[in-house]
């Protein structure tokens, strides 16, 4: 079965970094895209980005480009997004989603529990 763990989560200053991991397990990391998405308190499950593996093409969200990359790690079978110059706003619990492509949550089988980003302002 596929699982998605996600971890890296927590509290960090405004225009910090953080990088959040997530493992996968059942399926190759390369296989064939990674995308992350995020809710804040009180609101609906936001596209942060996607990467393909397979061509390399990525898009992120306005609100995180230019700050945020997606990345993986063959040997862990794990993706990591790096997030930097982090605000306030970008506070939210994030989710690791493979199995699809596209900006919407429907489009992808397979998602991690979520993990906990808070940025003080």
């Known amino acids: 079965q596929v699982q998605l763990v996600e971890s890296g989560g927590g509290l960090v200053q405004t225009g910090g970094s953080l990088r959040l991991s997530c493992a996968v397990s059942?399926?190759?990391?390369?296989?064939?895209?990674m995308a992350w998405f995020r809710q804040a308190p009180g609101k609906e499950r936001e596209f942060v980005g996607v990467?393909?593996?397979?061509?390399?093409?990525?898009y992120f969200a306005d609100a995180v480009e230019g700050r945020f990359a997606i990345s993986r790690d063959d040997a862990e079978n794990a993706a990591y997004l790096q997030m930097n110059a982090l605000k306030p706003e970008d506070t939210a619990v994030y989710y690791c989603?493979?199995?699809?492509?596209?900006?919407?949550?429907?489009?992808?089988?397979?998602w991690g529990q979520g993990t906990q980003v808070t940025v003080s302002s």
């Open positions: 059942g399926r190759s990391i390369s296989r064939y895209s």
């Open positions: 989603a493979t199995g699809g492509w596209g900006i919407h949550s429907a489009n992808y089988a397979y």
């Open positions: 990467k393909s593996w397979t061509t390399g093409a990525t």
